[in-house]
T-cell receptor, first 112, second 115 residues
Framework: SQQGEEDPQALSIQEGENATMNCSYKTSINNLQWYRQNSGRGLVHLIL?????REKHSGRLRVTLDTSKKSSSLLITASRAADTASYFC????????????FGQGTRLTINP | DGGITQSPKYLFRKEGQNVTLSCEQNLNHDAMYWYRQDPGQGLRLIYYSQIVNDFQKGDIAEGYSVSREKKESFPLTVTSAQKNPTAFYLC??????????????FGSGTQLSVL
């Protein structure tokens, strides 16, 4: 099964509301990253949080990491129609090959 | 402009045919990756390379091959042995810092379909 699993799989909210997406993982990590993908395009890196960090901000984005629960959340505040996209978490695992493992993503729709 | 370029954007494969997807980067990154994305799914790693003339299999390498003769280039060949090649293929690159994976820069993808 996937190392990272996002919840919910799909989220639909009104413009101006906040959107929260969650990611859970199984093995120890050295960092966790969030990416955004518009339909039919490549992924764009949003934010990276290291295992010794608990919270990080970037503009309207807020990411938290709880290594004891092996979970992370991405909060987008004051959502805009342009935020409509799929959001993926990716974990950099400590053991094994040096690679990022992606979750299956949350499809976010912002309704005007 | 610095970035990572994939071509073609759309590619069609006939049964029994090998096809090659191009990926070029001018970011001076050491590490390059190929991912496969099926509709509504996450990304699965096919191959990756951390240095020129070296590469490793990812989770779904069967039916694919790669080369890394130059730092800038990491082409992916989808061979006839790959029985279900229809997917969106994404190439990425990153700075390699020891054991840690830093952020990935992605190309815009190639949609491969079977005729």
């Amino acid at each position: 099964s996937q190392q990272g699993e996002e919840d919910p799989q799909a989220l639909s909210i009104q413009e101006g509301e906040n959107a929260t997406m969650n990611c859970s993982y199984k093995t120890s990590i050295n960092n966790l990253q969030w990416y955004r993908q518009n339909s039919g395009r490549g992924l764009v890196h949003l934010i990276l949080i290291r295992s010794n960090e608990r919270e990080k901000h970037s503009g309207r984005l807020r990411v938290t990491l709880d290594t004891s629960k092996k979970s992370s959340s991405l909060l987008i505040t004051a959502s805009r129609a342009a935020d409509t996209a799929s959001y993926f978490c990716a974990t950099s695992i400590i053991q094994g090959a040096q690679k990022l493992v992606f979750g299956q993503g949350t499809r976010l729709t912002i309704n005007p | 402009d610095g970035g990572i370029t994939q071509s073609p954007k759309y590619l069609f494969r006939k049964e029994g045919q090998n096809v090659t997807l191009s990926c070029e980067q001018n970011l001076n990154h050491d590490a390059m990756y190929w991912y496969r994305q099926d509709p509504g799914q996450g990304l699965r790693l096919i191959y990756y390379s951390q240095i020129v003339n070296d590469f490793q299999k990812g989770d779904i390498a069967e039916g694919y091959s790669v080369s890394r003769e130059k730092k800038e280039s990491f082409p992916l060949t989808v061979t006839s042995a790959q029985k279900n090649p229809t997917a969106f293929y994404l190439c990425a690159s990153s700075i390699q810092r020891g054991e840690t994976n830093e952020k990935l820069f992605f190309g815009s993808g190639t949609q491969l379909s079977v005729l």
